[in-house]
């Protein structure tokens, strides 16, 4: 690789302690442990030269590092609450020059979404470009791109909590430092009311159905095919309303974007 693109690493943030629904990630879905189904459909990605799950050094997590490294899947273990060194503990280990986020609650996260993102990304002189500054994909599809550089340069100077939970807030925060971009789905469907994440138990039901419904006939499946299974299936559409997008960023002060619009055409 040359330019612009240099290596490109998806980093996933991982944790066996969630509130809501605690060992999520290692909930089966059709017969594997769903971190791992996710891992699958990450790997799909043209655009992703390593993919790397960052975990925490808690306890908790052990049973979850081990699962990752008994595939032969690259590890990185640090802070629990402090996931911004974490992801500086990633690039530390692994060189990157391009860092794509990833959270292990998305696991109808879609290949084909990454690679649109991580193009934009590379076409452009943004430090940051992701799909969910002005959502219109379904909450569960995000990808934010950002430069390693820029990730370094906030985990040397910020001492705010919320920076050094959510990892790229501080990046999109600072406008006046850094060039920030939002994606738009270039076919212009907006399906940003739908809720494909896992955060609680119904989430995961709804999870569960599209993969037993989908897995076995087409293992690829992708964003195009779970929406027609929703066609056919209405009545298990979760939505907004069932549970707020980006809820844990509720009451922050993000900061105001300025930024250019992109899209793969």
Same mark, same amino acid.
């Given at each position: 690789?040359?330019?612009?693109?240099?290596?490109?690493?998806?980093? #996933?943030?991982?944790?066996?302690?969630?509130?809501?629904?605690?060992?999520?990630?290692?909930?089966?879905?059709?017969?594997?442990?769903?971190?791992?189904?996710?891992?699958?459909?990450?790997?799909?990605?043209? @655009?992703?030269?390593?993919?790397?799950?960052?975990?925490?050094?808690?306890?908790?997590?052990?049973?979850?590092?081990?699962?990752?490294? *008994?595939?032969?899947?690259?590890?990185?273990?640090?802070?629990?609450?402090?996931?911004?060194?974490?992801?500086?503990?990633?690039?530390? +280990?692994?060189?990157?020059?391009?860092?794509?986020?990833?959270?292990?609650?998305?696991?109808?996260?879609?290949?084909?979404?990454?690679?649109? #993102?991580?193009?934009?990304?590379?076409?452009?002189? +943004?430090?940051?470009?992701?799909?969910?500054?002005?959502?219109?994909?379904?909450?569960?599809?995000?990808?934010?791109?950002?430069? +390693?550089?820029?990730?370094?340069?906030?985990?040397? @100077?910020?001492?705010?909590?919320?920076?050094?939970?959510?990892?790229?807030?501080?990046?999109?925060?600072?406008?006046?430092?850094?060039?920030?971009?939002?994606?738009?789905?270039?076919?212009?469907?907006?399906?940003?009311?739908?809720?494909?994440?896992?955060?609680?138990?119904?989430?995961?039901?709804?999870?569960?159905?599209?993969?037993?419904?989908?897995?076995?006939?087409?293992?690829?499946?992708?964003?195009?095919?779970?929406?027609?299974?929703?066609?056919?299936?209405?009545?298990?559409?979760? *939505?907004?309303?069932?549970?707020?997008?980006?809820? +844990?960023?509720?009451?922050?002060? *993000?900061?105001?974007?300025?930024?250019?619009?992109?899209?793969?055409?």
């Amino acid at each position: 690789m040359s330019g612009r693109r240099g290596k490109t690493v998806a980093i #996933v943030q991982a944790r066996t302690s969630s509130s809501r629904l605690p060992g999520k990630v290692l909930k089966p879905l059709e017969g594997q442990p769903m971190i791992l189904r996710q891992l699958e459909r990450i790997a799909r990605a043209t @655009t992703i030269d390593q993919i790397v799950v960052a975990t925490s050094d808690h306890a908790d997590d052990d049973g979850l590092a081990e699962l990752l490294r *008994t595939h032969n899947l690259e590890v990185v273990r640090g802070p629990l609450n402090d996931v911004l060194h974490r992801f500086v503990l990633a690039i530390n +280990a692994y060189q990157p020059d391009v860092v794509v986020r990833l959270t292990a609650d998305c696991p109808l996260i879609s290949a084909t979404v990454i690679d649109q #993102v991580v193009d934009a990304f590379h076409g452009s002189d +943004a430090d940051y470009l992701s799909n969910t500054m002005e959502p219109t994909y379904p909450d569960g599809l995000d990808v934010e791109v950002v430069t +390693a550089r820029a990730l370094r340069a906030i985990d040397n @100077t910020t001492t705010d909590q919320d920076e050094r939970e959510h990892v790229t807030l501080g990046v999109y925060r600072r406008t006046d430092t850094f060039a920030i971009e939002n994606f738009r789905d270039p076919s212009g469907a907006d399906h940003s009311d739908l809720r494909w994440t896992v955060d609680n138990p119904d989430d995961f039901s709804f999870v569960e159905a599209v993969y037993h419904s989908l897995y076995e006939e087409i293992p690829t499946f992708d964003y195009p095919d779970v929406l027609a299974f929703l066609e056919q299936n209405p009545e298990l559409n979760r *939505t907004v309303a069932d549970s707020a997008r980006n809820a +844990a960023l509720d009451g922050l002060d *993000t900061g105001v974007m300025r930024h250019r619009e992109s899209a793969v055409e």
